[in-house]
Structure formats: C-alpha cells, structure tokens
C-alpha cells in the first residue's frame, strides 16, 4: 500500500493555518497516523485513528479523513511546529508511511 | 515514563551480520508489541519488523525478509533485531517503537513511543 503526501514542501508563515494532505492507494478506513520529527529527533505521534490527538498534543494540531484521503491541519503555526509530518497507514501489512511534508518558515 | 533505548549499531562491512538491542522500561513491556523502524541519511521514515506482545507472531518488510529476524524477551525488557546479510542500502538510523494500545486491538500499531535510535552503517 503506498502513502503520498503533498505537497513535498509546504512554506507557511508565523500564526498561518497549515493543511497537509495523504492520500492511501487504497482504504485504511480511519487506521492513520500523523508524526511530527523535528531534525535530530525521534518521529512524535500526533494523531491517530485519523482524526484523536495523541496524549498532550495541542488542540491546534487535527486530523481528518477516512478511507483514502486524510488532512492534518495545524491551526495557527507555531515556532515549534516547523518540523517533517508523516502520516502512516496501520491498517494492514505492511505499516506504510508517506514520504513526508516539510514545513518551513516562509 | 516510558523509555526506549536503542544499542548495537557499528559499522560493518557488506556481507555482515549485527544484533541491534531495545531496553524498554517505565509500562508492562510483556503486554504490547514492539517494531523497528528505520531512516535511511536524510530520507524517510520506513517501517521494518513487527513482534506481537508474546513473541507468537512477527511480521518483515519485503525489504528485509529472509535477512533480519526480530525476537524479545520479555523477563528483560528487551527486543532485538537481528541483521544478516547486510546490504549498502541498508545503512539507517534504527528506532524501537511501542503500539499505542496493549495486546492486539483488532490493528498493531500506531506507534506512540520511540526511542532516539542507533546508526547502523553498512560499508566496505
């Protein structure tokens, strides 16, 4: 199953909304994940069962979607937001991820 | 807290053969299941192995099958990651990562903890 995110690069400013995208080559139903990975660090979960934050995530960060197309949205970016999001896909072997979405100070 | 620490990661030459350990503490490791995830230098994120809470089931990626094997042993707290037949493209950062909820939920995954990971370097 392969998971595509878009766009590659998104550049947003200070306060902004950002909406990043993933798109299953088939249905996960609402089996999907988001991370957050800053440089240097390990992956964060974010979201899950598409749509739940994960334990002490803020509530600017959320997840919709089920099937095969899924947004995470983060409300008003903050400067520790600037980081690389995958979501991932636990629906069935293998546990897919996308290829990521960069966000950048613009 | 729950804590993950990655160790074993060298570099070997292709051909070769490593043991990656994970020593989980701070939640009841004998009750979830545990993957490996790797990175490759600047790449993404891809998944690896899956081991079931007991050790009954284990699931590869394709990438993988046949050279790594994956076990735990849950009087130590500890899960392994057994590399053969190393390859160049091998070469990654390897995190241990924890599913989200104990036993089997009707899914594995996602994954809610990871430790910081350990660099395995393959390389003549």
């Known amino acids: 199953m392969v998971m595509t995110q878009s766009p590659a690069t998104l550049s947003v400013s200070p306060g902004q909304r950002a909406t990043l995208s993933c798109r299953a080559s088939?249905?996960?139903?609402?089996?999907l994940a988001w991370y957050q990975q800053k440089r240097g660090q390990a992956p964060r979960l974010l979201i899950y069962?598409?749509?739940t934050r994960a334990t002490g995530i803020p509530a600017r960060f959320s997840g919709s979607g089920s099937g095969t197309e899924f947004t995470l949205t983060i409300s008003s970016l903050q400067s520790e937001d600037f980081a690389i999001y995958y979501c991932?896909?636990?629906?069935?072997?293998?546990?897919?991820f996308g290829q990521g979405t960069k966000v950048e100070i613009k | 807290e729950v804590r993950l620490v990655e160790s074993g990661g060298v570099v070997v030459q292709p051909g070769g053969s490593l043991r990656l350990s994970c020593a989980a503490s701070?939640?009841?490791?004998?009750?979830?299941?545990m993957h490996w995830v790797r990175q490759a230098p600047g790449k993404g994120l891809e998944w690896v192995s899956l081991?079931?809470?007991?050790?009954?089931?284990?699931y590869y990626a394709d990438s993988v099958k046949g050279r790594f094997t994956i076990s735990r042993d849950n009087s130590k707290n500890s899960l392994y990651l057994d590399m053969n037949s190393l390859k160049p493209e091998d070469t990654a950062l390897f995190y241990c990562?924890?599913?989200?909820?104990?036993?089997?939920?009707?899914?594995?995954?996602?994954?809610?903890?990871w430790g910081q990971g350990t660099l395995v370097t393959v390389s003549s």
């Open positions: 081991i079931s809470w007991d050790g009954s089931r284990t």
């Open positions: 069962g598409a749509s």
């Open positions: 990562a924890k599913d989200l909820d104990p036993f089997w939920s009707g899914s594995y995954g996602p994954f809610d903890s």
């Open positions: 991932q896909q636990y629906k069935k072997w293998p546990w897919t």
């Open positions: 088939q249905s996960v139903s609402s089996n």
């Open positions: 701070g939640f009841t490791f004998d009750d979830y299941a």
